[in-house]
């Protein structure tokens, strides 16, 4: 009898981040569902929260547990240091226990947010790196890419992609930009979001009039960091006048967040605006995102995983569009027209396109219906090409003997 295969998760999971973890949901479901057999574990930022929440053992993604923190200190500047050349020995040993690891989905191979390249970009190197010395099979599945201009990130990034055995992407930009960085991809295919494979929850019917604004702590990506203060504090005073503009109309707004960094941009919009017709949601899953989404008549939202969630469910959506991957997710969706720049929020634009998407809100829902069925069946493939490519059939062919 043969041992169970053993299939490691890797990434920001754990930390708060909701979407991530909805990535890692998404094919722990697929795991049990094509590999019941299989032993796994997590590699991950957060290994209490991934422990308790789904039931398997995870390890601290860096030896040195400030990792994220600026180091202003000597002693911290030393223990990061250190912390890298432990988290090689480290991230090795743990790639050598399994058979298979997979990043699941989650912006892996962009820049899109503020990134030090000796964070998680150098994380991830270390893990393809140890997975084509050491035999294991390391998959990056439906993963976002962008271009990067930062030179050691960028390396960092191509080089990760390059030693991984199984690569995928959440749309074709990601793919492009892979190729653009010097990266065979005339192999890797592109399928959508893995959170889309998660199972949509019971909501009520909508609210009439309910509108779920999604907001994000932003300041812009990693080019932005000159301008970091002026980008956010236009963010933040456009979104306010929009929630200002509804509340006058006497509009309940939910606001919704996708990490816990976002919490101070929900507190300053509500201090602003100063009404009861505005809440916040308590989310603690992309399931509970879903159940939010589902109950609005229309959702306006920044982060990437709030848009998946009010798509998923089939309610109109406007994107605050931060980077080409929000982009890219309304265009296939069938909603690309329903755009506003993130970086230069102007209420009075807003308020104009939001307007036409609830005016064509009953053609948009059959839209969306009939694209989240393909997407359905797009997602069955990927999870069929993953099995094909990582958990091979056992060879049962009878051998002759002498």
Request: aromatic letters at 6%.
């Amino acid at each position: 009898m043969s041992s169970p295969v053993r299939v490691g998760v890797f990434g920001l999971l754990g930390s708060g981040n909701l979407g991530n973890d909805g990535s890692l949901e998404a094919v722990l479901g697929y795991l049990r569902d094509a590999h019941p057999d299989a032993v796994v574990d997590a590699l991950c930022g957060g290994p209490e929260a991934v422990t308790a929440r789904y039931g398997i053992p995870a390890t601290r993604l860096h030896w040195y547990r400030g990792e994220y923190r600026t180091a202003s200190r000597a002693g911290a500047i030393v223990g990061k240091g250190l912390g890298k050349l432990v988290d090689v020995f480290r991230t090795a040993a743990w790639v050598r226990r399994h058979d298979v690891v997979i990043v699941p989905g989650m912006g892996v191979l962009e820049a899109t947010l503020p990134l030090r390249p000796w964070g998680f970009p150098y994380a991830l190197f270390l893990l393809c790196a140890s997975g084509r010395l050491l035999g294991t099979r390391v998959a990056l599945v439906s993963v976002g890419a962008a271009r990067i201009g930062n030179r050691s990130t960028r390396a960092l990034v191509r080089w990760s992609a390059r030693l991984a055995a199984y690569r995928s992407y959440r749309d074709e930009l990601s793919r492009d930009a892979m190729r653009a960085m010097g990266v065979d991809t005339a192999r890797d295919e592109v399928y959508p979001d893995l959170a889309f494979a998660l199972p949509t929850p019971d909501a009520p019917e909508p609210r009439p009039g309910a509108v779920c604004l999604g907001v994000m702590d932003f300041h812009g990506g990693d080019d932005d960091r000159a301008r970091a203060a002026e980008i956010h504090r236009r963010y933040l005073d456009g979104t306010t006048a929009f929630v200002r503009a509804l509340v006058a109309e006497g509009r309940p707004v939910r606001l919704l967040t996708g990490d816990g960094c976002d919490a101070p941009v929900v507190a300053a919009i509500r201090a602003a605006v100063d009404s009861p017709l505005v809440t916040a949601a308590e989310a603690g899953s992309l399931a509970d995102l879903m159940r939010e989404t589902a109950a609005a008549d229309t959702v306006v939202a920044t982060r990437y995983h709030n848009l998946v969630c009010a798509l998923k469910t089939g309610t109109p959506t406007l994107a605050l569009s931060y980077a080409a991957k929000s982009d890219a997710l309304m265009a296939r969706m069938g909603l690309a027209e329903f755009r506003h720049p993130a970086r230069e929020v102007d209420a009075d634009r807003l308020l104009e396109r939001f307007r036409e998407l609830e005016k064509r809100a009953p053609e948009l829902r059959r839209t969306l219906a009939e694209r989240n069925a393909a997407t359905t069946r797009h997602l069955e493939r990927q999870f069929a090409a993953l099995t094909a490519a990582l958990f091979p059939a056992p060879d049962t062919t009878p051998r002759e003997t002498s």
